[in-house]
C-alpha cells in the first residue's frame, strides 16, 4: 500500500495544503524520540524538496536540541476527511534562530509573529504516502488563539525570559541553542 517518491507531487502539496494540522518527529542519537503536533498556519512547501516551518513558543523545545546533535526529521499529514491518506516526508533540517542571518528572508513567507521561536527547514530526501483507512473522520472547527493571547500578555522580554528559563534544554538536558535569541 505505501508507495515511496524521491520529491514532493503536485498531488503531495495539494495534500499538505488541505490539512489543518501536521506532526514533527525527531530525535538526537540517544534518548527520547519527540513527536509534535503542529497548526497556525505554521508550514509552507518552497520547492518539491524543501518544506520550511515556523516553530511557536511551547513548553518544551526538543525538536532544537535533537537537530543540533543529528539533523534528521519526519513530517506527517492524515487526512481526516474524505481521501484516507497518510503522507510523511522524510530528510535533514536545520534550525534556524531569529538572529541568524537566514530569518530575515524566510519570516516573509509567515509575518512575524512574536510567539514564533524558530524555523526549520527541511531538506527532503524521502516522500512515503500510505493509506489512511483506520485514521477517523474529524471536523476542523477553527485554530485557538490561546497562544497568541498568551504571548500578547507576556510582551518580548516575557517570551526571552521564558525561553531562557523553560525552552533552553530538552527533556534529556541537552541544549537547544535558544540562546541565540537572547539579549546578551
Request: proline content about 5%; charged content about 20%.
Amino acid at each position: 500500500m505505501g508507495k515511496q517518491f524521491d520529491q514532493l507531487s503536485n498531488d503531495h502539496i495539494k495534500t499538505i495544503e488541505a490539512q489543518h494540522m501536521f506532526f514533527s518527529a525527531t530525535a538526537a542519537p540517544d534518548g527520547l524520540v519527540n513527536v509534535s503536533p503542529k497548526g497556525m498556519d505554521s508550514l509552507r512547501v518552497l520547492s518539491p524538496n524543501r518544506i520550511i516551518w515556523l516553530n511557536m513558543t511551547g513548553s518544551g523545545n526538543e525538536t532544537a536540541a535533537h537537530l543540533a546533535e543529528h539533523p534528521r526529521m519526519t513530517l506527517m499529514w492524515c487526512s481526516f476527511t474524505t481521501r484516507p491518506v497518510i503522507l510523511r516526508t522524510y530528510g535533514t533540517a536545520t534550525c534556524i534562530h531569529r538572529n541568524a542571518p537566514e530569518w530575515e528572508t524566510l519570516i516573509t513567507h509567515f509575518g512575524d509573529r512574536p510567539e514564533a521561536r524558530q524555523i526549520y527547514d527541511l531538506t527532503i530526501n524521502m516522500v512515503q504516502t500510505s493509506c489512511g483507512y483506520a485514521v477517523p473522520f474529524f471536523d476542523h472547527v477553527g485554530e485557538r488563539d490561546t497562544l497568541k493571547k498568551w504571548a500578547a500578555d507576556k510582551g518580548a522580554n516575557g517570551i526571552r525570559t521564558y525561553w531562557e528559563t523553560r525552552n533552553s534544554r530538552s527533556l534529556d538536558g541537552k541544549p537547544t541553542g535558544i540562546e541565540a535569541n537572547l539579549p546578551s
